[in-house]
């Protein structure tokens, strides 16, 4: 696909406490950054490590992931222009039900209302650079003004760190080559 105008990249960025590795993860720990705790885990009492973002860790579902995901939408709408028509493409986790991924889409919606004269915003599973071609497209041949392509992500619920559990994928002193859940943005 041959494109006839060019789309610029206002920003990019990621909000995550999880490095890419045990010692980044670690040093962003050590820095306040990462909230690491223990979680209970089944009837026995253990308890598993999560690496939760700075915010309430009470907050659950939509509420969640509104939390994360809406300082980012500010921080990126901060840079689009005033009056233009802009596209949401949001990438949320498969295990996302489509009732919390309506309230969450709903949510930013009304944000991106507020900052631009025509918003619409998507939802998508795949979280891959599929959409990219789409997007392109759209910014070429004027449909769109601004585009702003992101996710957000949390398995610290009990379905996330039992679907870990399940693929043994979750992180213990025996099974080192795991995943500590997480959220990001």
Same mark, same amino acid.
Request: proline share 3%; charged share 20%; hydrophobic share 45%.
């Given at each position: 696909?041959?494109?006839?105008?060019?789309?610029?990249?206002?920003?990019?960025?990621?909000?995550?406490?999880?490095?890419?590795?045990?010692?980044?993860?670690?040093?962003?720990?050590?820095?306040?950054?990462?909230?690491? *705790?223990? $979680?209970?885990?089944?009837?026995?009492?253990?308890? =598993?490590?999560?690496? !939760? @973002?700075?915010?309430?860790? %009470? /907050?659950?579902?939509?509420?969640?992931?509104?939390?994360?995901? *809406?300082? $980012?939408?500010?921080?990126?709408?901060?840079?689009? =222009?005033?009056?233009? !028509? @802009?596209?949401?493409?949001? %990438? /949320?986790?498969?295990?996302?039900?489509?009732?919390?991924?309506?309230?969450? $889409?709903?949510?930013?919606?009304?944000?991106?209302?507020?900052?631009?004269?025509?918003?619409?915003?998507?939802?998508?599973?795949?979280?891959?650079?599929?959409?990219?071609?789409?997007?392109?497209? $759209?910014?070429?041949?004027?449909?769109?003004?601004?585009?702003?392509?992101?996710?957000?992500?949390?398995?610290?619920?009990?379905?996330?760190?039992?679907?870990?559990?399940?693929?043994?994928?979750?992180?213990?002193?025996?099974?080192?080559?795991?995943?500590?859940?997480?959220?990001?943005?």
């Amino acid at each position: 696909m041959a494109l006839t105008s060019k789309a610029t990249v206002l920003g990019a960025g990621a909000f995550t406490p999880i490095g890419l590795n045990l010692t980044q993860t670690s040093m962003l720990h050590r820095m306040g950054v990462a909230a690491m *705790e223990g $979680a209970p885990l089944g009837q026995e009492g253990d308890t =598993i490590t999560v690496c !939760r @973002a700075a915010v309430d860790p %009470e /907050l659950r579902g939509a509420d969640r992931l509104l939390a994360l995901a *809406e300082p $980012a939408l500010e921080e990126a709408l901060a840079e689009a =222009i005033g009056g233009s !028509r @802009a596209r949401l493409l949001l %990438e /949320l986790d498969e295990h996302v039900s489509d009732e919390v991924a309506e309230i969450v $889409a709903a949510t930013l919606g009304r944000a991106m209302q507020r900052a631009t004269a025509e918003t619409r915003v998507e939802v998508g599973r795949k979280g891959s650079s599929s959409a990219l071609p789409t997007l392109a497209t $759209a910014l070429a041949s004027g449909r769109d003004d601004v585009v702003i392509w992101g996710g957000v992500h949390s398995n610290c619920d009990a379905w996330g760190i039992g679907r870990l559990v399940a693929a043994d994928r979750l992180y213990a002193d025996d099974n080192l080559d795991a995943v500590l859940p997480g959220e990001a943005v």
